[in-house]
């Protein structure tokens, strides 16, 4: 019995310890957080050091508006050589790879029963034309009446049409290029069937070649003919000049681009067709522009903010930017110079932050 009391007294004894140990914790706690209490002003704002944020001070410069994009070099004439009518190949007379003159004589197919078809033709013509040339005389004595010479005529006529008519054909077997360039690889041998759908090889001329691109609907009225413009390709670190000869009429209305073309000369072909070209394009210089690193701006649902410091303090400004470069942006609307913008932290901060701001040095 005394030892069930002995170990009863025990426990008792225990967990008031527990309970001494417990409010005694909470009171320390309560003091804590009386004290983290005393730290918030007067007027309900945030208590603690201010945020340490970089920043600049906004200043208006000359702002060479120039428009990076990119586009695509095309050949200035190209075309996929065909023959126009059926036959076996009997003639090639280029090499491929070479350069051709226009009109040059490319491709020879066979035209031995076109030639009998003139022949022939030809003959009815010749005796037709005699016809007609009794019928006149026999006319003019009153033997035959008008109408017995006009069917002469209108018969050598008829004749003469289809004569033109077999001439026609017998040009189309011979192709001939349609303009000078240079010539590829050729698809075709002789003694080949050629068909109109027949690939014979392609054709393009690629001095000068044209340089197409498309700008941005709101850079529309500063694109003007003969404005020039520089870009470098991919294979070669050489820069290249051109000079816009071509603007679509109208604005695309599933891009809201508007689409460009540039003439570049290319004397040494260094500049193949199909190549993807780095565009610069000089717009109009701006005097007073407002330029801010691109790491100011915060994307929201609609729109674009940045940071200022207000008299110790973070708020927000709905801003509108414009031409963007590797590290500024143009404001053309929402700030002004002499504002503090915040350059760091900005996805940190929240309107009436306190901030401190470190201005680069002058």
């Known amino acids: 019995m005394k030892k069930r009391y002995i170990v009863y007294a025990v426990l008792a004894l225990g967990l008031a310890w527990l309970v001494y140990y417990r409010i005694s914790a909470n009171k320390k706690l309560e003091g804590k957080g009386a004290s983290t209490g005393k730290g918030k002003?007067?007027?309900?704002?945030?208590?603690g050091p201010p945020m340490v944020v970089d920043g600049i001070i906004v200043k208006t410069s000359t702002f060479?508006?120039?428009?990076?994009?990119?586009g695509a070099i095309d050949a200035n004439e190209s075309v996929v050589l065909k023959s126009e009518v059926s036959g076996l190949v009997t003639g090639i007379y280029f090499q491929e790879g070479t350069t051709v003159s226009?009109?040059?004589?490319?491709v020879k197919v066979n035209d031995r029963d076109i030639q009998a078809q003139l022949n022939e033709a030809l003959t009815k013509q010749k005796l037709s034309a005699t016809n007609e040339n009794r019928a006149k005389q026999l006319l003019e004595k009153g033997a035959i009446s008008q109408e017995e010479y006009d069917t002469s005529l209108a018969d050598l006529k008829s004749l003469q049409a289809q004569s033109q008519l077999i001439r026609a054909q017998l040009a189309k077997t011979t192709i001939r290029a349609p303009f000078s360039?240079?010539?590829?690889?050729?698809n075709i041998s002789s003694g080949t069937y050629l068909t109109p759908a027949t690939v014979i090889a392609n054709l393009v001329s690629t001095n000068p070649v044209k340089i197409t691109f498309s700008v941005p609907e709101k850079?529309?009225?500063?694109?003007?003919?003969?404005?020039?413009?520089s870009f470098t390709t991919d294979g070669s670190s050489k820069h290249n000049t051109g000079k816009v000869y071509a603007i679509e009429p109208g604005i695309d209305a599933a891009t809201r681009t508007l689409q460009i073309r540039a003439l570049a000369p290319n004397s040494d072909n260094s500049l193949l067709p199909g190549s993807f070209a780095k565009i610069k394009l000089s717009l109009?210089?701006?005097?007073?522009?407002?330029?801010?690193?691109n790491q100011a701006i915060v994307p929201v649902l609609n729109g674009k903010i940045v940071y200022v410091s207000k008299n110790g303090k973070a708020q927000e400004v709905k801003v509108e930017a414009g031409t963007r470069t590797a590290e500024n942006i143009v404001i053309t609307s929402g700030l002004k110079a002499g504002d503090t913008v915040l350059t760091t932290g900005s996805m940190s901060l929240k309107k009436?932050?306190?901030?401190?701001?470190?201005?680069?040095?002058?």
Do not use: C, F, W
Not at 181 to 186: A, D, F, P, Q
Not at 352 to 362: F, I, N, Q, R, S
């Open 41 to 47: 002003d007067d007027k309900g704002g945030k208590g």
């Open 64 to 70: 060479n508006n120039d428009l990076e994009i990119t």
């Open 102 to 106: 226009k009109g040059s004589v490319l």
């Open 181 to 186: 360039g240079k010539i590829g690889l050729r």
């Open 219 to 229: 850079y529309a009225g500063q694109i003007k003919m003969g404005s020039e413009i």
């Open 284 to 293: 109009k210089t701006m005097d007073d522009a407002i330029l801010i690193p």
């Open 352 to 362: 009436d932050t306190p901030v401190k701001v470190h201005l680069p040095k002058e």
